[in-house]
């Protein structure tokens, strides 16, 4: 699974068994509408699975995230992950009334072990979106 940065700064999230031959492919154009029309890219960030439905899994999660969370992927910034999660109309006034298990906020069948078996206080996930806007 891999993210690709385009030229006028948007993400493409794909999957392959070939990275370096389809990183080719969107390089000279042959890759999807997407990336076809905003070249050049760069790749930003890559994970390898053993088996290619994984990586397509991993593919689609990624998709349905937003930008800021992408990007904290891309930056390693994994602890915020399970913050970003957080759909704004989940929040009541800063609070988590709505979950019931503060565990349930970590990232969802992430193949990373740190944000897997992190936990992270009711506290901390409150201090963390003190400044960040919605948007």
């Not at 439905?53 to 930056?75: C, H, M, N, P, T």
Request: hydrophobic share 30%.
């Amino acid at each position: 699974m891999y993210i690709l940065e385009c030229s006028d700064g948007s993400y493409y999230t794909g999957s392959t068994k070939d990275l370096e031959i389809r990183f080719a492919q969107h390089q000279a154009g042959e890759g999807a509408n997407h990336t076809k029309k905003r070249l050049p890219v760069k790749l930003v960030y890559y994970e390898e699975y053993q088996r290619i439905d994984e990586a397509f899994y991993r593919e689609k999660q990624v998709q349905g995230w937003s930008r800021k969370k992408k990007e904290a992927l891309i930056k390693g910034e994994f602890d915020q992950l399970p913050v970003l999660a957080i759909a704004y109309r989940d929040l009541n006034n800063g609070g988590f009334e709505h979950f019931e298990n503060l565990n349930a906020l970590s990232h969802q069948g992430c193949p990373l072990p740190e944000v897997l078996e992190g936990n992270i206080s009711k506290t901390e996930i409150q201090n963390n979106l003190k400044g960040l806007r919605y948007e």
